[in-house]
């Protein structure tokens, strides 16, 4: 049975290499089975340059392979060069991903998607994107599967739910991986490409517990709702984002996808993942409610 739910793959939120990068995009989209690609710098202007002559291409390559393009956002803009970058976004002729509310309100009424740094807590939020022009709403991590049926109950725009890989918290002014160097921000020799997956945060008694990438905090463990998504298309939602790490994404897509049309039990699907993340701790205790960083056990 096909499912009528739809995956997203989120923006590749770390620093790879522009080549690496533009062979990721290249293999998603002959690959995965894929809905909807979002492609843009979201965490730090600084790397823009580097892979901003390979999107047109990238761009080109998914649209011809069916997929559905998002450009996304800066998630903080803090300048006149990267404000003036957000306004050449909203005019680019294509449906964008506002990370930042300023990206939101230079929309002006066309229709967009609301990343999930936008902080869509209660209905009010929701409605006030919706009166801006987001037809799509990509929920915060910390909602409980109660929170989010109650929004997508109230939703003109579509809802959606990350389901997969480190989950983008925060966002700051200040380089951690930088500072972590002893390096200034703008002299910061662009570290973060030594963390292709953020760098593990650890508590003093040496217990990780977040992850850096450059200017953004993450959760440490990666979300994985294999288990949920039964239960959270049967409370209406029918989009899900994974968001690329450097694991095998085509397989990790496969197995959503697999548990999503009901031909892959969901333990299966847990064990195949396990394999395909080696090292990866996985966590799904928001959407049950509990501390994020819990896995808690389905009856799937």
């Known amino acids: 049975m096909t499912s009528t739910s739809k995956l997203t793959l989120g923006p590749v939120l770390f620093n790879w290499k522009p080549e690496t990068l533009r062979d990721f995009y290249f293999r998603m989209a002959d690959e995965a089975d894929l809905d909807t690609v979002h492609v843009g710098e979201v965490v730090c202007s600084k790397r823009t340059p580097f892979f901003e002559p390979f999107i047109p291409e990238i761009v080109e390559r998914l649209t011809a392979a069916g997929k559905d393009v998002v450009l996304s956002s800066l998630a903080l803009i803090m300048n006149d060069r990267e404000s003036n970058a957000a306004r050449d976004l909203a005019a680019a002729g294509m449906l964008v991903e506002a990370n930042d509310i300023s990206v939101a309100a230079l929309m002006a009424g066309k229709p967009f998607v609301a990343g999930p740094l936008l902080n869509v807590y209660n209905e009010g939020t929701l409605a006030s994107l919706e009166a801006m022009g987001a037809t799509r709403v990509c929920l915060p991590a910390e909602l409980s599967a109660e ?14 739910v990350q389901a997969f890989g480190r989950l983008p918290l925060a966002i700051s002014a200040r380089c951690y991986a930088a500072r972590a160097r002893n390096l200034t921000k703008d002299g910061c020799q662009y570290v973060c490409a030594d963390d292709p997956d953020g760098m593990a ?14 200017t953004q905090t993450m959760s440490y463990h990666h979300m994985d709702l294999l288990g949920d998504l039964a239960d959270l298309a049967a409370r209406g939602i029918r989009r899900f984002r994974l968001w690329p790490q450097t694991f095998d994404m085509v397989g990790v897509t496969g197995l959503f996808r697999a548990v999503l ?25 928001y959407i049950h409610g509990r501390p994020g960083h819990l896995f808690i056990e389905t009856d799937e």
């Open 261 to 285: 049309d009901r031909t892959m039990a969901v333990a299966e699907a847990e064990d195949a993942l396990a394999r395909l993340c080696p090292g990866a701790e996985f966590a799904n205790g």
């Open 147 to 160: 929170a989010v049926a109650s929004l997508a109950a109230s939703a003109k725009a579509e809802i959606e």
């Open 201 to 214: 945060v650890e508590t003093l008694d040496e217990v990780p517990f977040l992850a850096v990438n450059g």
